[in-house]
């Protein structure tokens, strides 16, 4: 054989395993899935997070036609869960529910088993949290300004109540301070109840709280000052948002399903188009409902995008308030 044909039969062995091997994978891409789809649950069953993806996963299971195993993987505020999918196989088959808070908030102020922006791949934001401000309905403070200036004259006066130093919550109250020049004393407690019941006995003047404040709200017990999500809830659509009134802030907190980096796109878009359709199910918008969340539709691509800009806005973020002076975790 000569050199010429030698190296025109190479390169037709060349094509023809390439073909054979972009056929095998495009076979399995339109085979998937063929058995059952886990998908870790990173907190306690019971819980806003718990309670999202159990309300998710019948239509998931019709819109794939395979059904979907939810198992429990907690600790770390999320990121035990997250740790065990980043070693996972890429095949689509262990996913995770999680929040964006696991990404971009917790790994910023410590370490984490993984790398946060190399590690998973983003498939589908569908849900954002509520969080918002609020004192009792008899409070003097009537509105946010009211709070504010009390506290601008009066530095160190106003305690107020959150789930836990660092949360979300935590963070809004923060910006706030910083940006209005004030001081006030923070008091976490384990737990949004706790926090809550604090302000009605009168432990604290104000909660910054998470989405069960409105169940305390609707009942009479409990007035918003402001609301930390992007836009007005349609719940209340009389409470500001921190953004309208002046604060640099909203909760960008948002459940999502996470797959283990190096996914087949095809595969991804097939999940993403069934998280989509169950975010449209009767039980998922009552689960919305129930828990003051909001549904959303964020695909791969959009949602990678929220979380690599979210984080050195994280970064800045904690770097000012005087939390950490570099990032806990490297993030890629």
Known sequence: MNGLKKAMFVLFTVILCGAFALGSVQTASAAWPDKPITIFIPFAAGGSMDASARALAPAMEKALGQSIVLINKTGGAG???????????????????????????IPVQRKVPYKPLASFTNIFAYAAVSSATVVKADSVFKTWKDLVEYARQNPGQVKYSTTGSGSPMHVAMEVAAEQEGIKWIHIPYKGTMPSLTAVLGGHVQACSAGPKFAGMVQSGQMRILAVHTQRRMGEFPNAPTMLELGVNYFNDTVFSIFGPAGMDPAVVEKIEDAVSEAVDSQI?????????????????REYTKLLEDGWPKQVKIFQKLGRIKEPATVPR
Request: charged residues 15%; proline residues 5%; glycine residues 10%.
């Open 284 to 300: 998922f918008l009552d689960f919305c409902k129930n828990f003051t969340t909001m549904p959303m539709k964020m695909r791969h």
């Open 79 to 105: 990121t035990v869960a997250l740790g065990i999918l980043a070693n996972a196989k890429p095949d689509g088959y262990t996913l995770s529910a999680g929040t964006s808070s696991g990404i971009f908030r």
